[in-house]
């Protein structure tokens, strides 16, 4: 089982999602979240990059894009 942290709009929710062999992005893709307003992703606090494989028992934080001025 994955847990996965979602914080990229105005409301931060958690979802679990069944293990598979995938990347970040796949999941991502998965889970409804477009690549573009991902700006970071934490597996167990590690920074990860999208293609990165994940493995079981895990915890993803999927963080936005950051702007401002």
Avoid: C, F, W
């Avoid at 979602?6 to 991502?28: C, F, G, P, S, W």
């Avoid at 998965?30 to 028992?57: C, R, T, W």
């Amino acid at each position: 089982m994955i847990k996965v942290i979602i914080a990229v709009d105005e409301n931060q929710r958690t979802v679990q999602a069944d293990y598979k062999d995938m990347t970040i992005l796949e999941l991502a893709e998965e889970l409804g979240i477009q690549k573009y307003i991902i700006g970071a992703v934490l597996v167990d606090g590690v920074p990860k990059k999208l293609h990165e494989k994940i493995n079981d028992n895990t915890e993803v934080y999927v963080l936005p894009v950051l702007s401002g001025g």
